[in-house]
């Protein structure tokens, strides 16, 4: 089996970077949470149409912003980026994440995820 015959295919593929969603009140880089969702029902209209395509999104690092959370304790440990990341999609990014939600549990749709500098803790076990 060659390393092409391992690799995804998709007909469409779009990337992001750099959103920056979450971090405190007065201090959030991200403010577009409608546009978002209607990019996203449209990566799905792509993958449910006529044409049925393949689609990835890669969100291409950044796409949360851990460095922007107004906590005196430090992130860098699995239980408190948990708690980070469930505070933003509760919060100030419950429209993105439910956008997310449905984009992958849509039949033909993937996420390609990779890490910046403010989501690194996206990594942790």
Same mark, same amino acid.
């Given at each position: 089996?060659?390393?092409?015959?391992?690799?995804?295919?998709?007909?469409?593929?779009?990337?992001?970077?750099?959103?920056?969603?979450?971090?405190?009140?007065?201090?959030?880089?991200?403010?577009?949470? +409608?546009?978002?969702?209607? @990019?996203?029902? %449209?990566?799905?209209?792509?993958?449910?149409?006529? #044409? &049925?395509?393949?689609? !990835? *999104?890669?969100?291409?690092? +950044?796409?949360?912003?851990? @460095?922007?959370? %107004?906590?005196?304790?430090?992130?860098?440990?699995? #239980? &408190?980026?948990?708690? !980070? *990341?469930?505070?933003?999609?509760?919060?100030?990014?419950?429209?993105?994440?439910?956008?997310?939600?449905?984009?992958?549990?849509? #039949? &033909?749709?993937?996420?390609? *995820?990779?890490?910046?500098?403010?989501?690194?803790?996206?990594?942790?076990?």
């Amino acid at each position: 089996m060659s390393s092409s015959e391992l690799l995804p295919r998709f007909d469409r593929l779009y990337a992001i970077s750099d959103l920056h969603i979450g971090g405190a009140e007065g201090a959030r880089v991200f403010q577009g949470e +409608d546009q978002f969702k209607v @990019l996203i029902d %449209d990566l799905i209209g792509k993958a449910k149409g006529e #044409e &049925r395509n393949r689609v !990835a *999104l890669v969100l291409n690092g +950044d796409t949360v912003d851990f @460095l922007a959370i %107004d906590k005196p304790e430090p992130l860098l440990t699995p #239980e &408190r980026a948990c708690e !980070a *990341l469930e505070e933003m999609a509760e919060t100030s990014a419950e429209r993105v994440f439910s956008a997310l939600s449905k984009f992958l549990s849509t #039949e &033909r749709c993937t996420l390609v *995820l990779t890490l910046g500098n403010h989501d690194v803790e996206l990594a942790l076990p």
